[in-house]
């Protein structure tokens, strides 16, 4: 089971973290992703992490300004996430696949959560 929190209401160029928890398998044994999807719109990668050697990998949209990263201790998988913008507004989903990365599609992914909504809003 994965498990996202961390989302919220904030404003433009601020800063959110969003969490994403695993409960029964250990997360470093899978490749983990972050997606969003904004209303009316498809859901989109935005960032992953390996697990074969915790390398990441970012859309176009996100480099620069999100940061992914894991802690093996806590089983737990993060999304930094600065200089926000009104068009980041989204819900954003955690999900998982145990094979090397990176992917960055969807499809890719096996186990996924609930998400956690993200907006942007002055």
């Known amino acids: 089971q994965l498990v996202e929190s961390g989302g919220g209401l904030v404003q433009p160029g601020g800063s959110l973290r969003l969490s994403c928890a695993a409960s029964?398998?250990?997360?470093?044994?899978?490749?983990i992703g972050w997606f969003r999807q904004a209303p009316g719109k498809e859901r989109e990668g935005v960032s992953c992490?390996?697990?074969?050697?915790?390398?990441?990998y970012y859309s176009d949209s996100a480099k620069g300004r999100f940061t992914i990263s894991r802690d093996n201790a806590k089983n737990t998988v993060y999304l930094q996430m600065n200089s926000l913008k009104p068009e980041d507004t989204a819900v954003f989903y955690c999900?998982?696949?145990?094979?090397?990365?990176?992917?960055?599609?969807?499809?890719?992914?096996?186990?996924w959560g609930q998400g956690t909504r993200v907006t942007v809003s002055g």
């Open positions: 999900a998982a696949v145990r094979r090397p990365g990176p992917y960055l599609l969807p499809h890719e992914y096996d186990y």
């Open positions: 029964g398998f250990t997360l470093d044994d899978y490749t």
């Open positions: 992490i390996s697990s074969s050697d915790g390398s990441a």
